[in-house]
């Protein structure tokens, strides 16, 4: 068998580390493709983010529409990067109230009929301006949807104290629709996101117990009179409210304040504005720019 010569050695010895050469560089390229793959299918570009959203719940529509507070109310929330939600006369029912803590609502303006009872005591049934009639508490309020009254359906939550037939006078006759109350709120299955509410309508805060239902199921704060008022008054403050959390920024406690030293209190009824729970008051709806980067 021929000896290899030197010469034949080196060959055989180039020709080796030459293939080692070329597996190590082979290893690493498909190492530097497998890294930009992960690195391509990592880098996926930002989705854009959903604007945050509102509803204006209108089922006083069908009995007293204003659809200048409505289209203005949603201007000025669109303007503020919200996205709008209308849900106006009989399109208000007791299912909707079902499903709005699903939405994800960062506001809902509730602009409804309203109504309370005093407690049924015999004093109060006898002579209603007796001291035990004024001094009974108020029975919890109750927000009108926009659907009629009729038998045979909503029957467990009528049962149950969910539900309740609401009766107002058009000046004709009486209407009747079915009306949400606190126990309605209380028993949803879903919370509401740090919803902030705002109720446009009376009696929103003749006692705490419409504003707690809420509070309990997640709402951050809510805004409500504490008596009677008129729609045109409502509304006319309702849109400075807006306009005061929304465009100038202000909290709670400063909007509130500010729009009760514009309007003053209902002129026929005497109802004041106000919000629940009282340690809420320092929260604001627009966001204060982050400032980021050192100082120069």
Not at 18 to 33: D, E, H, N, P, Q
Not at 191 to 208: E, I, K, M, P, Q
Request: proline share 6%.
């Amino acid at each position: 068998m021929p000896k290899k010569g030197k010469a034949g050695t080196r060959r055989a010895v180039k020709h080796a580390v030459k293939s080692t050469v070329l597996a190590i560089l082979a290893m690493a390229f498909s190492v530097c493709v497998g890294v930009a793959g992960v690195i391509v299918m990592w880098a996926v570009p930002d989705q854009p983010r959903e604007p945050p959203r509102a509803a204006i719940v209108d089922s006083l529509w069908v009995m007293d529409a204003n659809p200048g507070f409505l289209s203005r109310s949603e201007e000025l929330l669109e303007a503020a990067g919200l996205a709008v939600d209308l849900y106006v006369g009989s399109n208000v029912t007791v299912d909707l109230f079902r499903r709005l803590p699903i939405i994800g609502y960062k506001l809902i303006v509730f602009r409804v009929h309203s109504a309370w009872e005093v407690a049924d005591t015999e004093a109060t049934a006898a002579n209603p301006t007796s001291t035990a009639a004024v001094d009974a508490p108020p029975k919890p309020v109750v927000f009108f949807t926009g659907e009629r009254f009729q038998g045979g359906i909503h029957v467990s939550e009528l049962v149950a104290g969910e539900v309740a037939c609401g009766a107002v006078y058009d000046g004709a006759r009486w209407l009747e629709f079915f009306a949400v109350s606190p126990l309605a709120i209380a028993g949803s299955r879903e919370r509401f996101a740090g919803t902030v509410v705002v109720v446009d309508s009376c009696y929103g805060l003749n006692s705490t117990a419409m504003a707690d239902a809420f509070v309990r199921k997640g709402a951050s704060v809510y805004v409500a009179w504490d008596g009677g008022v008129t729609s045109a008054y409502s509304d006319e403050a309702t849109e400075r409210l807006l306009l005061y959390l929304f465009r100038e920024g202000l909290s709670v406690d400063a909007a509130v304040r500010r729009t009760m030293n514009d309007v003053g209190p209902d002129p026929y009824y005497g109802g004041l504005l106000s919000y629940y729970p009282p340690e809420r008051g320092y929260l604001k709806m627009r966001e204060e720019p982050s400032v980021s980067g050192s100082a120069r």
